[in-house]
């Protein structure tokens, strides 16, 4: 099963999914008949052009959240190793200075 991007809006508090072509996965209900007749599900709004997005409503869904605080942690390490590449060159103009 596949996971994608949600967030809740302030004014509503439903979340919006979002689909692997970042557009908002339409809130739909399974029609055939089955075990599952009526559960309600997140797809693909590009039908039948599908990324193959799908996600049933009450799935629990951390992915956004992982995927954040990978975000985060590649930006801190992007940060540092730029202040390692500052602190590097101010100890080289020190040295220079010193000869």
Known sequence: ?????????????????????????????VKVQGPTRGKRFYGCSHWPNSCGFFKWVDEEDRVQELQFLLFERDIRIDVLEIRIEELENEVKNLKQANW
């Open 1 to 29: 099963m596949a996971s994608s991007s949600e967030s809740r809006s302030r004014s509503n508090n439903k979340p919006h999914v979002l689909c692997f072509h970042q557009d908002l996965a339409p809130l739909r209900a």
